[in-house]
Every structure is written in structure tokens, then in C-alpha cells.
């Protein structure tokens, strides 16, 4: 697996985990690859520190300061994944759930022909666009780790 340390058109940053870098490749090709903040998929990757494993005779300082950047973060990321999961979890719980009949549902609730509830489901990038541009406020669930498994 390998980590990329990515940023959307807009600048917000994320990571992404990818099998290789040529699965990376595909699924920025395909329009997979998507901003958790605001759905672009107009992404690049940024600029980050290499991972180098160490020698054996390596000095051990040398050692220790290149384990300390990812034992930093560890906690910090496992902390933000539950956030996510716990986001995640509160929507499914208390809103309908409309498949992909998302797109009109959205528009009827933002155009009041129907009900206005909370609603989660389906939508292609290109829908998800529309939608936006049409002023209908729309937000990307996470995708965990578990799901990408």
C-alpha cells in the first residue's frame, strides 16, 4: 500500500491510500479519486516527505527521528477516522436513505416538491456537479478504510 498526501483545485488537503501508484493513475483517470471537503475530482498529488526505510547499521538517532513523524501522526489519523466513522454513522441514523434516486430527490427538497428531511444515497460526479451548480447544497460521505477493503 502506499499513502499520498493529496490537494484538490480548491486547496484542501487529504491523504489517499492506493495499492501502487498506478492504481492511483487509473482511478484519477476514471474521475475515482475525489475530494472528501468538496467533491472535485480535479486532484493532484502534494508535495511530501518520502518514506525511507533504514538500515540495520544505521546510527539508531537516525532511526528514532525518522520513526518520530509517523508515531506523531498515528493517533492524530486513528482519531480522525473515528470522527468519520461516528459523521458517517449520525447521517445514516437520522436520514432516509434514497439510493440512487439521490439527484431528483435533492432537487424536489430544494425546489420544495417535496418534503423538506434529511436524505443520503447515490450520485455520479457529473450529477453531484449539476447539483451544486444548481445551488442545492450537497456533501460527500467519507469513505472509510473498512469499505475500500
Not at 55 to 64: I, L, T
Not at 112 to 139: C, N, P, Q
Amino acid at each position: 500500500m502506499i499513502r499520498y498526501s493529496l490537494v484538490c483545485a480548491d486547496e484542501h488537503e487529504f491523504e489517499g491510500w492506493f495499492r501502487d501508484s498506478s492504481t492511483f493513475d487509473s482511478q484519477k483517470a476514471s474521475g475515482e479519486v475525489l475530494c472528501p471537503i468538496c467533491g472535485s475530482s480535479d486532484i493532484e498529488k502534494a508535495l511530501m516527505a518520502p518514506s525511507v526505510a533504514i538500515r540495520d547499521e544505521a546510527p539508531a538517532v537516525s532511526r528514532d527521528k525518522a520513526q518520530v513523524p509517523m508515531a506523531a501522526s498515528a493517533p492524530a489519523n486513528a482519531q480522525m477516522i473515528e470522527t468519520l466513522r461516528r459523521l458517517k454513522q449520525h447521517v445514516v441514523e437520522n436520514s432516509e436513505y434514497v439510493g440512487n434516486r439521490f439527484p431528483e430527490e435533492a432537487r424536489k427538497i430544494h425546489y420544495e416538491e417535496a418534503e423538506r428531511r434529511s436524505i443520503y444515497g447515490e450520485a455520479s460526479l457529473e450529477d453531484a456537479r449539476s447539483l451544486i451548480e444548481d445551488g442545492v447544497e450537497v456533501h460527500p460521505l467519507p469513505i472509510l478504510p473498512e469499505e475500500k477493503n
